[in-house]
């Protein structure tokens, strides 16, 4: 017992202890922890439901998830600082060009091959992804760009709890389009013809759902996610080609931990990542990135559908 | 209402339809027999445009619709109730009913919902699990809601897959009711069976399809006395028929 967190509380909720007695952590600094961790969580969950939502809808990964959000954030530079912009007219331009981004995306990436397994469609979203890169070094150039954000450096105090502004606009926003979503998927007939494009293409058809249109709509509002984490993330990271790549890479790994094709299990999965990569951060900072691949592999070896996936069984 | 003629159909390079042509009056049941692999599902598939031959015309009311999308099709009045029932298994009964409507473009949300709730009192069988998913309903329940979807289209004319198709007895007996009680009340109706003899006991005339092509065509009850029929499709023996009917 000596080794373990007894939690026992002291010093006014300031610190846990352990049996012996040794400061172990600054609950307040746990608490720290697990906010920001909530918050780049909730940057994983956008990105994670992309992925899911572009899965469920076409069958396929989609590649290019990363730069869905590195496009928007070069766009926001380019409305923020080329062009001098307001605030609330740049985000809304940036989010009225990945409108147009998904569909462009989805017209060139993936509607010539719908009818094609589902192979030539992965290999054509990482043509995509590279092509998007090549694009965006060619147009921004090589070098790390900062994204100026709404409150990057300000914090709010609440008896010591310091949170960055930042940190609780990404959590309130994410709550917002999460709630959202939820509307727009139970509660709008063109949210149930997307969920009945998702369940069954062929039948839908024989609704007179029009198939295409539930599939663009799919990209285009996946996208849309992508622009939304990057308008709220890029002000704590670096505007490179490269930023989406890890994002993307975790966001994958928090919808499998989630249970892929699971919504629920794509945005716990990416608050569970989130919030164990901070901690992870705090004290082994050399290992934060490998944090949620560690993470996935122990989920894929005793729970391999994930936490919210269907186990599938081979039939006899 | 409905006329087929010299339709060629192929998945692949294997052809599944060889020239199929039929007719489907106004306010009539049709029925299409035959045994696995002979085409039937095909040729219903062809007609609502999830396949599209490669010869032959297809006339719906007049107007040619062989060069049409599904989501076109139903839109011009034929429903296809696909084999497997096909329910949205993550949506309520209540959901799958409404996008059985998706087709009529002019409703409003509002409408539709009414017009779902007066389908759950004409299959009050459903009315109790109007708000559980559809995976949860048990297989005769899926046929009912399967059926209750496609008429959610208001069809002119109703494609029926295989109704009966892994039912209990008294479910069979049920469904049939139910297509009787649908044509009764106008709706032209194309009905593939595997169950022959309760196909043409509720059909008005039958086409026998075999490998692709139309062999046999008769009033329903011309086949059911059809010599050829009784052994390929319904047993010469009392207790054969008895099997059938359940």
Not at chain 1, 264 to 281: D, H
Request: with cysteine.
């Amino acid at each position: 017992m000596d080794c373990f967190l007894s939690v026992v509380y002291c010093n006014g909720f300031r610190q846990w202890t352990t049996d012996n007695g040794q400061r172990s952590v600054d609950f307040i600094t746990f608490l720290q922890l697990i906010i920001s961790g909530l918050a780049m969580g909730a940057i994983y969950a956008l990105v994670a439901l992309g992925f899911v939502l572009i899965y469920n809808a076409v069958g396929i990964v989609n590649f290019a998830q990363g730069e869905f959000i590195m496009i928007p954030a070069f766009f926001g530079i380019t409305a923020l600082v080329t062009w001098y912009l307001p605030v609330p007219v740049a985000y809304s331009l940036v989010l009225a060009a990945m409108v147009v981004f998904g569909l462009v995306f989805e017209l060139i990436a993936y509607y010539p091959l719908r009818n094609r397994p589902f192979l030539p469609v992965v290999i054509s979203t990482i043509g995509a992804s590279i092509l998007l890169k090549n694009l965006a070094q060619n147009i921004w150039g090589a070098i790390p760009l900062r994204f100026p954000g709404l409150f990057e450096t300000g914090t709010l105090n609440l008896g010591g709890l310091r949170i960055g502004l930042q940190h609780l606009l990404i959590l309130g926003v994410t709550l917002i389009l999460l709630i959202l979503q939820y509307l727009l998927f139970e509660k709008t007939l063109l949210g149930k013809k997307m969920q009945a494009t998702a369940q069954d293409k062929q039948t839908a058809r024989l609704m007179g759902i029009p198939i295409n249109k539930m599939i663009a709509l799919t990209f285009i509002y996946s996208a849309l996610l992508g622009g939304v984490a990057a308008l709220l993330v890029a002000p704590i990271l670096n505007v490179t080609k490269d930023m989406g790549g890890p994002i993307a890479l975790k966001a994958f790994s928090s919808s499998i931990i989630g249970g892929f094709g699971s919504i629920p299990g794509a945005i716990l999965g990416g608050l569970f990542v989130g919030v164990i990569e901070a901690i992870a951060g705090k004290y082994y900072s050399a290992y934060t990135d490998g944090v949620a691949f560690f993470v996935l592999i122990a989920v894929l070896l005793f729970r391999p559908q994930g936490i919210f996936g269907e186990r599938i069984a081979e039939k006899a | 209402m409905l006329k087929v003629k010299d339709i060629e159909t192929y998945y692949g390079s294997i052809q599944a339809l060889k020239g199929i042509s039929l007719e489907v009056n106004e306010g009539e049941v049709v029925t299409l027999l035959g045994s696995n692999g002979a085409g039937k599902s095909t040729t219903l598939k062809t007609i609502s445009g999830l396949l599209r031959p490669v010869r032959g015309t297809i006339e719906f009311m007049g107007e040619r619709i062989d060069h049409l999308k599904p989501e076109v099709i139903v839109q011009k009045g034929i429903a296809h109730v696909p084999e497997g029932r096909k329910i949205f298994p993550g949506l309520t009964v209540r959901d799958n009913l409404m996008l059985g409507a998706s087709g009529r473009v002019k409703l409003s949300k509002a409408q539709i919902a009414e017009e779902a709730e007066q389908m759950l009192e004409l299959f009050p069988a459903l009315k109790p699990f109007a708000d559980k998913l559809g995976w949860t309903l048990s297989g005769g329940q899926q046929q009912m809601l399967a059926i209750a979807r496609g008429l959610m289209a208001r069809p002119k004319l109703l494609l029926l897959d295989e109704p009966s198709l892994g039912l209990a007895p008294v479910l069979v007996q049920e469904v049939f009711h139910i297509i009787r009680d649908i044509n009764t009340r106008g709706t032209t109706i194309l009905l593939v069976e595997q169950n022959a003899f309760m196909a043409l006991k509720v059909a008005h005339r039958g086409y026998v399809m075999e490998t692709g092509k139309i062999v046999l065509h008769d009033l329903a009850t011309n086949l059911l006395n059809n010599e050829q029929v009784k052994r390929a499709y319904l047993g010469t023996t009392k207790a054969a028929r008895r099997q059938v009917v359940g």
